[in-house]
């Protein structure tokens, strides 16, 4: 820290070329780092605890230590098998893709029709898509309960056992595949295209449907892996829906699964509810490094531009 | 050469009529699977909800309950809310037709827009009351199945069937009617009345006809409510004064709000000082009396309400009073201090922001663990060392000044339970950092000149923390207190993944409570859709509020 430049609060410290002398640190910048370094050992302590319970043994964090007093990396294969982390890894995989593609699939064309099509009560349409994203879930949390099952039982009678929805992939997918979020953040990228691309692609022949395709998406990666950040991070998160509608192993998402291990049958081992716990955030954390960058840029499109 | 052009115009008409045809097929087309899949799942439920809620229904759909389940929660004051809903909905109404009359007065058949728009609005009327003869119905399937092995054919046939019962036919029948008189006035209109905003006309006729239709209708269906109530309770020799009820709080409110209108009036327009004095002290005459209002007739109309309702409400009302204002505040302290020229500001923005991006359900677990009733937790270790008593934490459901003052504390004043408590704290430690991050945002949007004449000018940090940074940051903290009270007041995961026996009560917010309709083994989705509806008009309400209080404080720049 003794490098550190000037004293002005930072902004008005650019290009100014008189003040980079070196100055005593002042007081104020201490401070500064003080209360960072502080605020950020505070949010870091409960992931410091998380890591140091799940390398003890249960008793030792029962007893309240800080540090283990051997490191037991047994602990993270122990919980791995009772929790049977690949199985809900892989449905929770599974179930991301699934929800994944459609959503791409389906609210691509959407926005892009709601930004640059011409069509018959447009405008309204979308208003209405809009209103739905101020409807609480937990209105439509009954309801569409309700209609799963009902479609469940006719899907079933139609296709067979493999048909139902209720413990399958289409209760778990189908109801995300569309989002007035997601075409909300696409439709602002596709209006702001320049219309000349347009003009340029429809004199040689294109569509509308060839322009999305060859033009459009293209152009729209860094909103689309937004999309896909989100996505991911929902789908790996969600708890509600599949506690209602997932009863067996087949398809049960890592989040319920991690619930319902920590509850039930690892109810006393701490350490191993903790070994669970970093398992279920590796990936959210890599996820988040990669794509850190589209990750806040969406927070923000979706709060203070929205 | 004449026929020629003729022609060529024709055919120009003709290519442009065809090309703007297949730009709406084709719009229509790329939002078909979205919009399905939209209103399936989320604008359909809406009004699927409502139906439920005005049923019995436990697994399957059952007798017709009109407003009775909102009136088991929420006391008399259902059919009050219900009421004055309606009227608002009427006024709502009334006041697009006034826009529409004032629009076509020019026109000479103008206001013969109403004809086709009361048929479309009967129409529509028509679908949804066939739409919800055929829903139970059809939902009825599976159980009329039941014992039979459900092959295709079986649902199949019970599917088509379901039109034919007596009731469906019969909406069927009227719907079918409307529909062709709608249509066929429809068109006779956009033929005749040959106006370029005929279309526009004809819509926002139709839309005021729908809200004149909804309206009268939850008017009609409260009243006869009212009335079975009153008329059963003076039967029973114990008369209740609902219709007093919605009178007196409808005017308690109306006073209220009057008193702030004039307020307002008197704050922005710049009159004599004589006139202001006398319209403030109007001001505070009608807010006392609306307020007299008020307080007298409220705990009457809520005195049959569900008790856990109400209680979930004051618990969602303290989480959401002490999280917000904590994390926001946090969250503004972070981002000033990180704005600044830092070594490693990168890291810290990424380590605040670590618990926003970590599911809850792992960072639960943890928290859990830590705030444990165990003697040996990390915060028990702590309290011991500083020489107080460990605590239940999680599972302690006592008011925090109980605890602190003892048990001569009154009720009223005990405050939120332990438990909850932690709930708040596990809270703040998720959403300080996103707060942070949005503002850090909102900060990078203020320019350097303001600061640089502001040092010129003199002023310290504090001065431009104070009358800078604050007022141009009032859009994003209006945004987050939006947000920020929306999601406490829908809270679900943290709050359902941290209950513990012991601390149930003191953390079970109203979305916790509905969740419990729904999940226990014998659930009530009807009384479960009413709450929800509950608290859905609770947070519109609050959004409307903040909307007006705050909205009038935001400074765009």
Redesign the interface.
């Known amino acids: ?1 003794a490098d ?2 000037p004293s002005a ?6 290009g100014d070329a008189s003040q980079k002398v070196r100055q005593p640190i002042p007081v ?1 910048k201490i401070a ?2 003080a ?2 370094i502080i ?2 050992l ?3 302590l ?2 410091v ?2 890591l140091s ?1 799940s390398l003890m043994t249960n008793s030792e ?4 230590r800080f540090l283990p007093a051997e490191p037991q990396w047994q602990n993270y294969l122990t919980a791995w098998n009772t929790a049977q982390f690949s199985r809900l890894m892989w449905n929770s995989v599974r179930i991301t893709a699934i929800t994944v593609t459609g959503l791409l ?3 691509i ?2 926005a ?3 930004a640059r ?4 009560g ?1 405008n309204v ?1 979308f208003a ?2 809009l209103a ?1 994203l ?14 799963v099952v ?1 479609i469940s ?2 899907s ?3 296709f067979g056992e493999s048909g139902a929805w209720l413990n399958n992939w289409p209760s778990l997918t ?2 995300f ?2 989002s ?1 979020f997601t ?1 909300f953040l696409l439709r602002q990228f596709f209006a702001q295209i320049p219309e000349d691309l347009w003009d340029a692609a429809r004199i040689d022949g294109a ?3 060839t322009f999305l395709r060859f033009v459009a998406v293209p152009l729209a990666r860094a909103p689309i892996m937004t999309t896909l950040t989100f996505a991911f ?1 929902g789908s ?2 969600s ?2 829906w599949p ?2 509608v997932v009863s067996n192993d087949d398809w049960r998402p890592i ?1 319920f699964g ?2 319902k291990f ?1 509850q039930t049958d690892a109810g006393d081992e ?1 350490h191993l ?2 070994a669970a ?2 398992i ?2 590796i990936p ?2 890599i996820v ?1 490094f990669i794509t ?1 960058k589209q ?2 840029e969406g ?2 499109t979706g ?2 531009k929205g | 050469m004449a026929t020629n052009t003729v022609s060529t115009r024709k055919s120009l008409q003709e290519s442009r009529r065809r090309r ?1 045809l297949f ?2 097929l ?6 078909t ?6 209103l ?7 009004g ?2 409502f139906f ?1 809620s005005l049923h019995r229904w436990r697994r399957t759909p059952d007798e017709w309950q009109g407003l009775d389940q909102y009136a088991t929660a929420l006391g008399n004051f259902a059919y009050v809310a219900f009421f004055w809903l309606a009227v608002g909905v009427l006024c709502f109404g009334l006041f697009r037709l006034r826009t529409l009359i004032r629009h076509t007065a020019a026109h000479r058949v103008g206001m013969m827009v109403i004809i086709p728009a009361a048929a479309l609005t009967a129409a529509v009327g028509a679908l949804i009351a066939w739409f919800f003869t055929l829903l139970p119905v ?2 009825d ?2 159980a009329r199945l039941r014992g039979q092995a ?3 054919e ?3 046939r019970e ?1 088509y069937a379901s039109f034919g019962y007596p009731e469906v036919a019969a909406a069927g029948g009227l719907l079918l009617t409307l529909v062709i008189i709608a249509l066929l006035l429809t068109v006779l209109w956009l033929r005749l009345i040959r106006h370029r905003d005929s279309v526009q006309w004809l819509y926002m006729a139709w839309t005021s006809g729908l809200l004149l239709l909804a309206a009268g209708w939850t008017l009609a269906l409260t009243s006869s409510e009212v009335n079975t109530v009153i008329d059963a309770a003076a039967q029973a020799g114990s008369p209740v004064p609902i219709w007093a009820q919605v009178l007196i709080i409808g005017a308690g409110t109306g006073l209220i709000g009057a008193a702030l209108w004039l307020w307002q009036r008197t704050a922005y327009n710049q009159t004599s000082a004589n006139r202001t004095y006398m319209v403030s002290i109007l001001a505070v005459i009608l807010l006392v009396v609306g307020g007299i209002f008020l307080i007298r007739e409220l705990p009457q109309a809520f005195a049959e309400a569900d008790p856990n309702v109400l209680r979930g409400f004051n618990v969602t009302v303290m989480y959401s009073a002490v999280s917000v204002p904590l994390q926001i505040g946090l969250g503004l ?2 981002a000033v ?7 490693g500001k990168a890291l ?1 923005r ?6 926003y ?7 639960s ?3 859990s ?2 705030f444990s009733h ?5 915060v028990n ?1 702590l309290l011991v060392t500083l020489g107080a008593d460990t605590q239940n934490w999680l599972r302690e459901s006592s008011g925090i000044f109980t605890l602190i003052f003892g048990d001569g504390t009154p009720a009223i004043l005990s405050g939120p339970g332990l438990a909850l408590i932690v709930i708040i704290i596990y809270n703040v ?1 998720i959403f300080a ?2 707060c942070a ?2 503002f850090l ?2 900060l990078g949007g203020i320019e ?1 000149d303001l ?2 004449a502001a ?1 010129i000018d003199g002023a310290n ?1 504090w001065h ?1 923390l104070r009358f800078i940074t604050i007022p141009l940051l009032s ?2 903290t209006f ?1 987050l207190i939006l ?1 920020s009270t ?1 999601g406490t ?2 809270a ?2 943290q709050i ?2 941290m209950r513990r026996p012991g601390g149930f009560p003191a953390v079970d917010t109203v ?1 916790l409570n ?2 419990n309709q ?2 226990r083994d014998s659930p009530n ?1 009807g009384y ?2 009413a709450l ?2 509950v ?2 008009g609770v ?2 309400i609050l ?1 409307l509020i903040q909307n007006r209080v705050a909205g009038r404080r935001v400074f765009y720049g």
């Open positions: 820290m550190v430049l609060p930072s902004a008005f410290a650019r104020s500064t780092y209360t960072l605020g950020g505070l949010a870091l409960p992931f605890w998380m319970w964090v029962i007893a309240g699939l389906f609210c064309p959407a892009y029709a709601f099509i011409r069509f018959w447009r349409i209405l898509f739905t101020m409807i609480p879930d937990i209105v439509t949390l009954i309801p569409n309960l309700l209609s009902w039982r006719l079933e009678s139609i189908i109801p595949m569309a007035a075409i569509t509308h449907f991070i790996w998160n708890l509600v506690l209602l989040a991690l619930t920590v701490f509810q903790m716990s970093v279920m955030i959210i954390l988040y850190q990750f806040t927070i923000w709060s203070v | 703007i730009e709406n084709t719009g229509f087309l790329f939002i699977p979205a919009s399905l899949i939209l399936v799942f989320q604008i359909f439920p809406v699927f909800a439920v059809i939902l399937i599976p459900i092959d295709q079986a649902f199949v599917f302290g972070l201090l990180l704005f600044q020229k830092l070594k810290f990424v380590v605040f922001f670590l618990p991006v970590t599911p809850f359900v792992a960072t677990v943890v928290f663990l830590i165990n003697v040996t937790s990390p270790q430690w950092g996103y991050v949005i945002a909102g350097n600061y640089e040092r940090a431009q859009p994003t945004f947000v929306i007041f829908q679900f995961t359902y993944l979305n509905i969740f729904i999940q989705f479960g859709s929800a509806f608290l859905f947070i519109l959004t």
